[in-house]
């Protein structure tokens, strides 16, 4: 079980990478940064992920798009 002194040096840590990925413009939320990480940790390839995450933003935005362009038409 991680000790207090551990859990703070993680949160810390999980707050600048956080800072990183915001200056990178990632446009990953704190819960989507913490999910990337733990699959990383548990062996994901980093470089696989990153493409993932892409497209699937990419997706959602292209799904957004496709709505609101669907409630337009009368």
Not at 12 to 22: A, D, M, N, T
Not at 23 to 33: H, P
């Amino acid at each position: 079980m991680a000790d207090l002194h551990e859990l703070s040096v993680n949160a810390e840590v999980f707050g600048i990478l956080y800072e990183i990925s915001k200056e990178l413009g990632t446009g990953l939320s704190q819960e989507e940064l913490r999910a990337s990480l733990r699959l990383i940790e548990n062996g994901a390839d980093p470089t696989a992920l990153a493409l993932v995450v892409k497209q699937l933003k990419e997706e959602v935005k292209r799904m957004k798009a496709e709505a609101t362009g669907a409630q337009d038409i009368p």
